[in-house]
């Protein structure tokens, strides 16, 4: 329990400073508009609606400052090499970066909401004020500029009986913009949801692509400087505070208070989103050039369950397990890129996936495979990028969970630990591996079942039996294959795999497993890992809090998982 407290304090101190920022810049922003002198006369038509329609404002420019930092894959990249040395529940802050890019996303939708609900209320506010007839200082206000015949007269953009909030909206820089970023905004959120994601990847991918127009609109958004304040020599000239209440006497020549000036507010967007585009245009330039650095496909393989094995070679190509790139194939999408975990170790000469087909994109790319008489389509590689399973040598005990063909990162590192003890790495950390694979047909087994045979075979000779437990676990099955498993259970390799180790049926009883592991290794730390459905990760991760010691010197369990 007790590193569970450790990286929840770090991500609850972490949120809590991003949580803070947005409260202080909202407060702030807000306090500002509402009291500052240069925009008395503003509030006097819009009211508090003027300083909730800013301070949202403020807090969505930093919000949209921060949305692109967690996708800077090549960033976050670096940071993990750099802070190689720090803190284990430090560096496990730089894995929560998609969720951290999905939280961001959502205070973007909460204060665009805030923000054109409250400029709803200031159009109205316009709108009425521009129609009084009663005197009163907001309807004196709205027709300064036909008054006086002077553009920087006007505080109200609706400047004749005529104009509607419509014509304003549509006809205005910032109107149009604000409609294209809240349209870009929604289609964004909307394609992002889960279901759409898994089920119509490519609809996700494409229109997420939206961010372009998203960003270059807020950019402009504020040039066309609808809301005012009171300049500053007009502040000097003519005080709200002293001129306010005779705005009846503007008009004469002998007053000492004069009308009012205005300008537009400037554009303050672009300064927020400045510095992070830059490094994401920095970001696109490196992956682009990776990108056109020519692959060779050095083998092809169609293993059972329509999954396609890649191997590949690419000039300068260093890679570390766990790892995963970005794979391209211009005839089937020029645009689609889509993420694959590497399942060759750094040791072999060449990189290697594993594709299963999901979705269009997928099939059609084992269908251009698939085809004999075809020249091999031509693929484009960006990578690699590190992700948390790169940890895995650091740890004294590692638990690895992969379901499915999400079992791809622990390929990468069964091979790894196969080629360390065939050439003696004495620099080996880690002590036990426990290999949990979950599996819904018979046939997916048949992806790696060599590599285990070869794990098998490599502890014996070394007299390390007990170095990698692995459990095989088939939970889509019938009782014709239960039966048969059953016939044959007393022979020497299971019937399902050809391994020693027999295949289970149904899901591992997670309580009894990490049990077992935690009085097998009671002053260990042990590295949990996986590559699966969510459901899956929160029983993992309440097993991994239910079963470390509140004692830090006793057995830690700490849960990673993957998320690209």
């Not at 972490?14 to 807000?30: K, M, S």
């Not at 994401?280 to 293993?303: A, D, N, P």
């Not at 790495?425 to 036990?432: A, E, I, P, S, V």
């Not at 399902?496 to 009671?522: C, V, Y």
Request: charged fraction near 20%.
């Amino acid at each position: 329990m007790g590193n569970w407290v450790v990286n929840h304090w770090f991500s609850v101190l972490f949120l809590a400073t991003w949580l803070g920022l947005n409260v202080f810049l909202f407060v702030h922003a807000f306090l500002s508009y509402e009291k500052a002198d240069k925009y008395f006369y503003t509030r006097e038509i819009l009211g508090s609606a003027l300083a909730w329609a800013r301070a949202s404002a403020r807090c969505l420019n930093f919000n949209s400052t921060l949305i692109l930092l967690p996708v800077c894959r090549n960033l976050l990249s670096f940071l993990r090499g750099t802070c190689s040395f720090c803190r284990h529940a430090l560096r496990k802050q730089l894995d929560h970066n998609l969720a951290f890019h999905k939280l961001v996303a959502y205070m973007i939708c909460l204060h665009t909401a805030t923000h054109i609900i409250a400029h709803l209320f200031n159009f109205e506010h316009y709108s009425r004020s521009r129609w009084a007839t009663d005197g009163s200082l907001a309807s004196i206000l709205s027709t300064l500029s036909q008054q006086e015949r002077d553009e920087d007269s006007w505080i109200n953009p609706i400047q004749s009986p005529n104009m509607t909030v419509e014509y304003v909206t549509f006809t205005s820089i910032t109107g149009v913009t604000g409609v294209i970023i809240t349209i870009a905004l929604v289609l964004m959120v909307t394609s992002a949801m889960e279901f759409i994601r898994r089920s119509y990847f490519e609809v996700f991918w494409y229109t997420h692509r939206i961010f372009i127009v998203y960003f270059i609109g807020l950019g402009i958004h504020g040039i066309g400087g609808i809301v005012r304040g009171q300049t500053e020599e007009s502040l000097n000239e003519s005080h709200p505070h002293r001129c306010a209440e005779f705005f009846e006497q503007w008009c004469d020549h002998d007053s000492h208070c004069k009308h009012p000036r205005f300008e537009g507010l400037p554009a303050e967007s672009w300064k927020w989103i400045l510095a992070p585009g830059i490094l994401y245009i920095f970001e696109r330039i490196l992956r682009f050039y990776r990108s056109k650095q020519k692959v060779v496909i050095t083998k092809v393989v169609m293993h059972p369950s329509k999954v396609l094995e890649l191997q590949m070679s690419k000039r300068g190509f260093i890679m570390e397990v766990g790892q995963y790139i970005f794979v391209n194939c211009p005839s089937i999408s020029y645009l689609e890129w889509h993420p694959f975990t590497l399942t060759s170790a750094p040791e072999e000469d060449f990189f290697s996936i594993h594709i299963r087909a999901v979705g269009d994109w997928t099939e059609n790319l084992i269908r251009a495979f698939e085809q004999q008489h075809s020249p091999i389509p031509r693929i484009e590689v960006d990578g690699p990028f590190g992700t948390v399973s790169e940890d895995v040598f650091q740890y004294e005990v590692a638990v690895l969970v992969g379901a499915g063909i999400g079992v791809t990162p622990f390929a990468s590192i069964l091979k790894s630990i196969w080629y360390k003890f065939r050439h003696a790495d004495h620099n080996l950390k880690t002590q036990t591996i426990y290999f949990f694979w979950i599996c819904r047909e018979t046939g997916a087994f048949a992806w790696f079942s060599d590599l285990l045979a070869s794990l098998e075979h490599e502890m014996e000779e070394l007299g390390k039996v007990d170095f990698l437990n692995y459990h095989l676990f088939l939970t889509g099955w019938d009782t014709n294959i239960a039966g048969h498993a059953a016939l044959n259970f007393d022979k020497a390799t299971d019937i399902l795999t050809g391994l020693k180790q027999k295949t289970s049926f149904g899901r591992p009883m997670w309580d009894n497993e990490f049990s077992t592991i935690a009085n097998a290794h009671p002053k260990s730390v042990v590295g949990v890992f996986l590559c699966g459905p969510q459901t899956l990760a929160k029983s993992l991760s309440k097993c991994c809090h239910q079963y470390s010691s509140l004692d830090p010197r006793k057995v830690q369990f700490y849960f990673n998982k993957e998320d690209f």
